[in-house]
């Protein structure tokens, strides 16, 4: 077996991440080793969404991809682990005094944040803005100087290009004064022109930060500590300040290149062919390092289909880099801005066709070829809305009255449908309606999660997602595919669907329900799923009347049913929290009916062996000793997990095991489209791990952040943050809402993940309906809710009250007392378990083998 | 063709729900469905060897009535015990009558049919 060869990559950013991604999804490790060296001490990590680090809280959040791919064998990722030389003679380098050989190295060191060269940029206070570490630090300086109490604090950031923008909005969002500096004569020079750029800076200055174009500065002054006092301006005047971010521009890291003896273009980035190779044939450049005919592309779109022409030459392929899309979009302070194309209408004869309504803060502007057919480039500003249209038909005809496009809400601009085949859909991955429409006609996808999955389309910025939509429903449609969310065969209806016609008839029963508004008696999928929705709107007992042979055997013996046939009991633990006695009192149950136990994930425990005919009288059992059903076997709350918190912990900030004793005693028995499972934090240490819950709380010091969406199981899901700081009472309405909300409007089987996916609007839309009643629907929920609370009762003590019930409960209904005669255990760790094949045979073989006709009754 | 053997009340069997019944040394899953109609078939599910089936919900699929088994899903049909999801799978069915109020089943002519 030959050896493998080496690859290493300096940098551990954007692009060098998604250089690893093509590689490994393309089998590159059967031949390479690949090494990536970063100085940073995270993963690669999302840059363009640095400032979503404020309301993020959280670096994690940020992490690009599946983390697993750092895990893959033949891949490793030295963090905190900056090249300082490469020699390439001896073709290796050296990071942190160790060399690494290689037999091809790429280079994707990105750039450097520009410092101005003016006096004072060394003070106190000053930033820059370029990684998290950056930001953190802003952060952190913001608020020790909000702590001093003085009046607001003022912050001046040089630079009114994108990044200014952002630290503006960064600044502003930590409650500090802004005011952009800017060289140019208008706001983001470099996109927009100079009405676009007056249109930006009225909506700007609405939002309350102050902005000086045509401004030279001179120099930072300090006070006696060395912090920063006051910013002084070519012209004279000055500013007062406490902090200053320097967001002038970025620089590409070529000095290592440099000292490699590579070639370098004269105003930076490491010079390379179309094959991304630079003069060194063994030595690749990719990203904002990079440049690649004549200039650098400074953004991670251009960055991401290098990285894929470098991976496919590593393979041996003969991709190249053909120059790439450099539109923009982005929302600045919230604000709305695009640039397309030929935004400056430098194209010869072009024509440009504009809107502006000063009073909305809109400027749009369209470039045309000289005949007014051609679309060549735009400038959207305060409503890019039409960008994820227009921008795939730059160079494509846009047929009809171009001021379709530019007119505000209301009038429906031409179709997405006739985007031409060979038109960029997705920037960020370079992504074509052509493949999107191919996905579905040829590769079978039939959604857009299957289409993200297959094309990598919107998995980076997302923007595009909406028009991704709309191509692949046309493409669905025109193939003649019906998009059905139909239940199964016997409703035609979907369980949102079903559950407001339940809610709406007051109709009671399956066989009514299937009657009217269905076929057929049923199925293992519309039972269960019409037993739920008729128990969350509270119409009875899971075993009363007809809904019994609605419900699966969990919920019918309300136990769980394991691979023998036997099952597992789960008494209810309400945050984990259970007394000495109560401990002794499931141990003693267990230990008198043979039952083998175990912790679960949820904090309570679990009983398993039990016989169906026996879990009434295990369950008088645990009745008696004050515990109730825990829920385990529905589609229903499970449990509300929680550390121990400010009662017993010194970290601990606020009472979180009350607050999941609240909780789980609230939602206990609400019946809902999938398992629910909460968790409630005493510190933002998160030992409960509740953003891995469908709503995990977290105590702050001024009272609970609510996160929600979260899940462990085959795709973890982190919850998002859903609310700040609320008190326990706005906390307990906020989740009513959102649980109820959810219990109504989710699919079968959907948790509350994919469910915030699905939603139109996603997490965004959930808030305004649970928090600002966008719907008008909040007295509804929580009056839902409210029943909720009021209709519960302990499934299990209610069964046991009940001889009819009970009837259920045995083996053979003509031997009631007899247990199934096949089943067999052996012991492990000195407890039973299922015996495997070869142990029954050997264990109870003969006894069970039955012997043909010699039991034929008289 | 010998041994009806009397299981139990037809009122001891709930309408779409299963239940067991040990019968001659078998153990068969006894369905009473909605219209009327009565089952008898294996209980133990040939997928996992576990004696579940007539924990099942049963439902209907096209015109056949069936069973799903509570532990992998699988759909039998309660008149021929054919499994619809995999053709080489079936269970054993019994005859079944309800006289006079009480469900019997033949197991000993069913043994004798599967022998032959």
């Given at each position: 077996?030959?050896?493998?060869?080496?690859?290493?990559?300096?940098?551990?950013?954007?692009?060098?991440?998604?250089?690893?991604?093509?590689?490994?999804?393309?089998?590159?490790?059967?031949?390479?080793?690949?090494?990536?060296?970063?100085?940073?001490?995270?993963?690669?990590?999302?840059?363009?969404?640095?400032?979503?680090?404020?309301?993020?809280?959280?670096?994690?959040?940020?992490?690009?991809?599946?983390?697993?791919?750092?895990?893959?064998?033949?891949?490793?990722?030295?963090?905190?682990?900056?090249?300082?030389?490469?020699?390439?003679?001896?073709?290796?380098?050296?990071?942190?005094?160790?060399?690494?050989?290689?037999?091809?190295?790429?280079?994707?060191?990105?750039?450097?944040?520009?410092?101005?060269?003016?006096?004072?940029?060394?003070?106190?206070?000053?930033?820059?803005?370029?990684?998290?570490?950056?930001?953190?630090?802003?952060?952190?300086?913001?608020?020790?100087?909000?702590?001093?109490?003085?009046?607001?604090?003022?912050?001046?950031?040089?630079?009114?290009?994108?990044?200014?923008?952002?630290?503006?909005?960064?600044?502003?969002?930590?409650?500090?004064?802004?005011?952009?500096?800017?060289?140019?004569?208008?706001?983001?020079?470099?996109?927009?022109?100079?009405?676009?750029?007056?249109?930006?800076?009225?909506?700007?200055?609405?939002?309350?930060?102050?902005?000086?174009?045509?401004?030279?500065?001179?120099?930072?002054?300090?006070?006696?500590?060395?912090?920063?006092?006051?910013?002084?301006?070519?012209?004279?005047?000055?500013?007062?300040?406490?902090?200053?971010?320097?967001?002038?521009?970025?620089?590409?890291?070529?000095?290592?290149?440099?000292?490699?003896?590579?070639?370098?273009?004269?105003?930076?980035?490491?010079?390379?062919?179309?094959?991304?190779?630079?003069?060194?044939?063994?030595?690749?450049?990719?990203?904002?390092?990079?440049?690649?005919?004549?200039?650098?592309?400074?953004?991670?779109?251009?960055?991401?289909?290098?990285?894929?022409?470098?991976?496919?030459?590593?393979?041996?392929?003969?991709?190249?880099?053909?120059?790439?899309?450099?539109?923009?979009?982005?929302?600045?302070?919230?604000?709305?801005?695009?640039?397309?194309?030929?935004?400056?209408?430098?194209?010869?004869?072009?024509?440009?066709?504009?809107?502006?309504?000063?009073?909305?803060?809109?400027?749009?502007?369209?470039?045309?070829?000289?005949?007014?057919?051609?679309?060549?480039?735009?400038?959207?500003?305060?409503?890019?809305?039409?960008?994820?249209?227009?921008?795939?038909?730059?160079?494509?005809?846009?047929?009809?009255?171009?001021?379709?496009?530019?007119?505000?809400?209301?009038?429906?601009?031409?179709?997405?449908?006739?985007?031409?085949?060979?038109?960029?859909?997705?920037?960020?991955?370079?992504?074509?309606?052509?493949?999107?429409?191919?996905?579905?006609?040829?590769?079978?996808?039939t959604d857009v999660a299957?289409?993200?999955?297959?094309?990598?389309?919107?998995?980076?910025?997302?923007?595009?997602?909406?028009?991704?939509k709309?191509?692949?429903n046309?493409?669905l449609e025109?193939?003649?595919v019906e998009v059905s969310d139909a239940l199964c065969e016997h409703f035609a209806l979907s369980r949102a669907q079903l559950f407001d016609v339940v809610r709406v008839s007051g109709i009671t029963t399956f066989s009514e329900l299937v009657d009217r508004h269905g076929t057929g008696r049923g199925c293992d999928i519309c039972r269960p799923v019409v037993a739920s929705i008729l128990a969350s709107l509270g119409h009875?007992?899971?075993?009363?009347?007809e809904n019994?042979?609605l419900?699966?055997?969990?919920?019918?013996?309300?136990?769980?049913?394991?691979?023998?046939?036997?099952?597992?009991?789960?008494?209810?633990?309400?945050?984990?929290?259970?007394?000495?006695?109560?401990?002794?009192?499931?141990?003693?149950?267990?230990?008198?009916?043979?039952?083998?136990?175990?912790?679960?994930?949820?904090?309570?425990?679990?009983?398993?062996?039990?016989?169906?005919?026996?879990?009434?009288?295990?369950?008088?059992?645990?009745?008696?000793?004050?515990?109730?059903?825990?829920?385990?076997?529905?589609k229903s709350?499970?449990?509300?997990?929680?550390?121990?918190?400010?009662?017993?912990?010194?970290?601990?900030?606020?009472?979180?095991?009350?607050?999941?004793?609240?909780?789980?005693?609230?939602?206990?028995?609400l019946r809902s489209p999938h398992?629910i499972?909460?968790?409630?934090?005493?510190?933002?240490?998160?030992?409960?791990?509740?953003?891995?819950?469908?709503?995990?709380?977290?105590?702050?010091?001024?009272?609970?952040?609510?996160?929600?969406?979260?899940?462990?199981?085959?795709?973890?899901?982190?919850?998002?943050?859903?609310?700040?700081?609320?008190?326990?009472?706005?906390?307990?309405?906020?989740?009513?809402r959102f649980l109820m909300y959810y219990v109504r409007t989710a699919d079968r089987l959907q948790r509350t993940?994919t469910w915030l996916e699905s939603v139109e609007g996603g997490?965004?839309a959930v808030?305004?309906v649970?928090?600002?009643?966008s719907l008008g629907i909040?007295?509804d929920l929580?009056a839902a809710?409210?029943g909720h609370?009021?209709?519960?009762?302990?499934?299990?003590?209610?069964?046991?009250?009940?001889?009819?019930?009970?009837?259920?409960?045995?083996?053979?209904?003509?031997?009631?007392?007899?247990?199934?005669?096949?089943?067999?255990?052996?012991?492990?760790?000195?407890?039973?378990?299922?015996?495997?094949?070869?142990?029954?045979?050997?264990?109870?073989?003969?006894?069970?083998?039955?012997?043909?006709?010699?039991?034929?009754?008289? | 063709?010998?041994?009806?053997?009397?299981?139990?009340?037809?009122?001891?069997?709930?309408?779409?729900?299963?239940?067991?019944?040990?019968?001659?040394?078998?153990?068969?899953?006894?369905?009473?469905?909605?219209?009327?109609?009565?089952?008898?078939?294996?209980?133990?599910?040939?997928?996992?060897?576990?004696?579940?089936?007539?924990?099942?919900?049963?439902g209907s699929?096209?015109?056949?009535?069936?069973?799903?088994?509570?532990?992998?899903?699988?759909?039998?049909?309660?008149?021929?015990?054919?499994?619809?999801?995999?053709?080489?799978?079936?269970?054993?069915?019994?005859?079944?009558?309800?006289?006079?109020?009480?469900?019997?089943?033949?197991?000993?002519?069913?043994?004798?049919?599967?022998?032959?």
């Amino acid at each position: 077996m030959t050896q493998k060869k080496r690859l290493v990559v300096v940098g551990a950013g954007m692009v060098a991440r998604r250089l690893v991604e093509a590689l490994v999804e393309r089998g590159a490790t059967r031949d390479w080793t690949i090494e990536v060296f970063g100085e940073e001490s995270r993963p690669p990590y999302d840059r363009v969404a640095l400032t979503s680090f404020f309301t993020l809280r959280d670096a994690d959040e940020l992490l690009l991809g599946d983390q697993a791919l750092w895990r893959e064998p033949d891949v490793r990722l030295y963090r905190s682990s900056p090249v300082s030389a490469i020699d390439r003679e001896a073709r290796t380098v050296t990071a942190r005094g160790t060399t690494h050989a290689y037999d091809a190295l790429v280079l994707a060191t990105g750039s450097y944040a520009a410092v101005p060269p003016i006096e004072g940029t060394d003070a106190e206070g000053c930033f820059v803005y370029r990684t998290v570490d950056d930001v953190a630090e802003l952060r952190a300086w913001v608020t020790e100087r909000q702590g001093e109490g003085r009046p607001p604090v003022r912050g001046v950031v040089v630079g009114g290009g994108l990044l200014g923008l952002e630290a503006a909005g960064a600044l502003d969002q930590l409650g500090a004064h802004a005011t952009v500096v800017e060289f140019a004569d208008r706001l983001m020079p470099v996109q927009v022109d100079r009405a676009g750029g007056e249109a930006l800076r009225r909506i700007v200055e609405g939002l309350g930060v102050d902005v000086r174009t045509s401004t030279a500065t001179s120099r930072i002054r300090r006070d006696r500590r060395g912090r920063v006092k006051q910013m002084d301006f070519a012209d004279g005047d000055s500013l007062a300040t406490d902090v200053v971010v320097l967001a002038t521009g970025v620089r590409p890291r070529d000095e290592l290149a440099r000292a490699a003896g590579l070639d370098v273009h004269e105003r930076g980035g490491v010079l390379a062919d179309d094959a991304c190779r630079t003069s060194d044939p063994d030595v690749y450049a990719i990203g904002e390092v990079a440049c690649i005919a004549g200039r650098v592309w400074g953004l991670v779109g251009p960055g991401y289909t290098m990285a894929e022409v470098v991976a496919d030459r590593l393979l041996g392929g003969e991709a190249t880099f053909e120059g790439a899309d450099m539109s923009t979009k982005l929302k600045l302070l919230g604000v709305d801005v695009a640039s397309f194309g030929d935004a400056f209408a430098a194209t010869a004869g072009s024509l440009e066709v504009v809107y502006a309504d000063p009073v909305a803060g809109v400027y749009k502007k369209l470039v045309l070829s000289d005949d007014a057919s051609t679309l060549l480039g735009g400038v959207l500003v305060g409503d890019a809305s039409a960008y994820t249209t227009l921008r795939p038909l730059v160079g494509n005809p846009l047929g009809g009255d171009p001021t379709a496009w530019l007119l505000p809400d209301g009038v429906e601009p031409p179709s997405a449908g006739a985007l031409p085949d060979e038109a960029t859909v997705c920037s960020c991955n370079n992504v074509t309606a052509g493949s999107v429409r191919c996905a579905v006609s040829d590769g079978g996808c039939t959604d857009v999660a299957g289409v993200k999955a297959c094309t990598r389309a919107g998995t980076s910025c997302g923007s595009c997602l909406p028009l991704v939509k709309t191509l692949v429903n046309a493409e669905l449609e025109a193939a003649g595919v019906e998009v059905s969310d139909a239940l199964c065969e016997h409703f035609a209806l979907s369980r949102a669907q079903l559950f407001d016609v339940v809610r709406v008839s007051g109709i009671t029963t399956f066989s009514e329900l299937v009657d009217r508004h269905g076929t057929g008696r049923g199925c293992d999928i519309c039972r269960p799923v019409v037993a739920s929705i008729l128990a969350s709107l509270g119409h009875g007992h899971v075993l009363d009347g007809e809904n019994a042979a609605l419900q699966d055997t969990n919920d019918h013996v309300m136990a769980n049913m394991q691979k023998d046939g036997t099952y597992s009991v789960v008494p209810r633990i309400p945050g984990g929290e259970v007394t000495p006695e109560g401990l002794i009192a499931i141990g003693q149950v267990a230990a008198d009916f043979g039952l083998y136990t175990k912790i679960t994930g949820g904090q309570r425990i679990d009983l398993f062996g039990a016989r169906i005919e026996q879990l009434p009288a295990i369950w008088q059992r645990l009745v008696d000793a004050g515990f109730e059903s825990g829920h385990a076997y529905g589609k229903s709350l499970r449990t509300v997990k929680s550390c121990v918190g400010q009662t017993w912990c010194r970290f601990g900030v606020q009472d979180s095991v009350g607050l999941a004793v609240a909780l789980e005693l609230r939602y206990r028995g609400l019946r809902s489209p999938h398992k629910i499972k909460l968790g409630v934090s005493g510190c933002a240490r998160e030992c409960a791990e509740a953003r891995g819950k469908d709503v995990g709380v977290i105590a702050t010091d001024q009272g609970w952040n609510v996160y929600v969406g979260g899940n462990g199981g085959f795709t973890p899901r982190h919850a998002q943050l859903l609310a700040e700081d609320l008190s326990t009472e706005e906390l307990v309405r906020t989740i009513d809402r959102f649980l109820m909300y959810y219990v109504r409007t989710a699919d079968r089987l959907q948790r509350t993940a994919t469910w915030l996916e699905s939603v139109e609007g996603g997490l965004d839309a959930v808030r305004a309906v649970v928090m600002d009643d966008s719907l008008g629907i909040a007295a509804d929920l929580d009056a839902a809710m409210a029943g909720h609370v009021d209709r519960y009762e302990d499934e299990w003590a209610a069964t046991l009250a009940d001889p009819e019930k009970l009837r259920r409960f045995s083996a053979f209904v003509n031997a009631p007392d007899v247990g199934d005669p096949d089943l067999a255990y052996v012991q492990e760790r000195g407890q039973k378990r299922p015996a495997t094949e070869q142990e029954r045979a050997v264990l109870i073989g003969g006894a069970t083998i039955p012997v043909r006709g010699a039991e034929v009754p008289a | 063709m010998s041994g009806w053997t009397q299981v139990c009340a037809l009122d001891d069997l709930v309408p779409d729900r299963g239940a067991a019944a040990l019968v001659g040394g078998e153990q068969v899953a006894l369905f009473r469905l909605a219209s009327g109609a009565v089952h008898a078939v294996d209980h133990r599910d040939p997928f996992t060897g576990a004696n579940v089936l007539a924990r099942g919900l049963v439902g209907s699929r096209g015109e056949l009535a069936t069973v799903a088994s509570p532990l992998h899903k699988q759909v039998f049909s309660l008149a021929t015990g054919q499994c619809l999801d995999d053709p080489a799978v079936r269970l054993r069915v019994w005859p079944v009558r309800v006289a006079g109020g009480q469900v019997e089943v033949a197991v000993a002519a069913d043994e004798a049919k599967g022998v032959a």
